[in-house]
């Protein structure tokens, strides 16, 4: 069995996790909102993944990925905003229902905004009428009641209240279009969260800030196709983390399934340009941009291996390396 140590030049995961973190620290401060340091970010992502060592079995560009949602939305991946969740080898970014909330009030259109699920027993009335939606509830204190329903309201600074209150059977008919049948759905887990989600995300359609603090929520549509392996990166090999410790591999970890049997140390550095052109492609899909949309000057006659590292990168294949001419 080949020791994980062959694979990462003998660097437990963390270290490895912590040192690609330091590396992208300018372009974590660059999509970060003002009151997170890029610190603070990396500090609530390793503590996660150090309390779940299957986020340590990622791929790396997963974790990358579901890194760039959470920074672009300017939340942190702590558990109480945010977090990263595996689903086998690949990360996803899941915002919690504060971190939602937190990112629809930073919008500043907002006089105030909240959300909740209303239990069986619970005092709940809810009205249209000719002057608009009546709301009340009263939440109760029987955590183990059934569900009955979600909701989410809001009012804006210039006065007007929006709601939407979504039923247990539209709740459910949300999560029969979502991969709730896996194990690892956050339904499963989480379902007064994701019910909630729900009805924030039926709110976002008629407000515009809610919309874009949701818009980036793989958690909430999930009726993608199922999230594929991409091809592993050169020595960037994470170990499949059953049994391992969340500061180091234990001995005999398993080593990724599509990992080579080793990694040779006198493998050539890529240049600069194509690391470059390869995290941009990366960022691009990250992003939702088109496969076809090549930056331009990668498009010039004498940048042909710029713009074969901005595809790589895009469809999370290895970084190419190319023969001295």
């Not at 996790?17 to 330091?22: A, I, N, V």
């Not at 709301?135 to 929006?162: Q, S």
């Not at 949309?293 to 291996?305: G, L, M, S």
Request: overall charge negative.
């Amino acid at each position: 069995m080949t020791d994980i140590t062959t694979i990462a030049a003998g660097k437990p995961p963390m270290v490895m996790l912590r040192e690609r973190f330091e590396a992208r620290k300018t372009e974590l401060k660059n999509m970060l909102p003002s009151d997170i340091s890029p610190d603070v970010f990396i500090r609530a992502f390793t503590t996660g993944a150090t309390l779940n060592p299957k986020i340590q079995a990622c791929t790396w560009q997963s974790i990358w990925d579901a890194c760039i949602k959470a920074a672009r939305a300017g939340l942190l991946p702590d558990g109480v905003e945010g977090a990263i969740v595996p689903f086998k080898a690949e990360a996803q970014w899941i915002p919690m229902v504060q971190g939602v909330l937190r990112s629809a009030r930073r919008s500043g259109q907002l006089a105030w905004i909240d959300a909740n699920v209303v239990r069986q027993g619970e005092a709940f009335e809810y009205a249209i009428t000719q002057d608009g939606p009546r709301f009340r509830h009263e939440p109760g204190e029987d955590f183990n009641a059934p569900i009955l329903r979600a909701y989410a309201v809001a009012r804006t600074k210039d006065g007007a209240f929006y709601s939407a209150v979504m039923s247990k059977a539209e709740i459910d008919k949300h999560r029969s279009y979502s991969r709730a049948a896996r194990e690892d759905s956050p339904w499963n887990s989480w379902y007064e969260a994701m019910a909630i989600k729900t009805a924030i995300k039926g709110l976002g359609k008629f407000l515009p800030s809610v919309r874009d603090a949701v818009a980036d929520d793989d958690s909430l549509a999930e009726v993608s196709d199922p999230p594929r392996l991409p091809a592993p990166l050169p020595a960037e090999i994470l170990p499949e983390s059953a049994g391992a410790s969340p500061e180091g591999g234990a001995p005999g970890a398993v080593v990724h399934p599509t990992a080579p049997a080793a990694v040779s140390t006198e493998q050539a550095e890529p240049e600069r340009e194509i690391l470059v052109a390869y995290n941009n492609g990366a960022d691009a899909r990250a992003s939702g941009e088109a496969r076809k949309n090549v930056p331009k000057h990668y498009r010039e006659a004498d940048r042909v291996r710029e713009q074969i590292a901005w595809l790589a990168g895009f469809d999370s294949k290895p970084i190419p390396t190319f023969e001295e001419e």
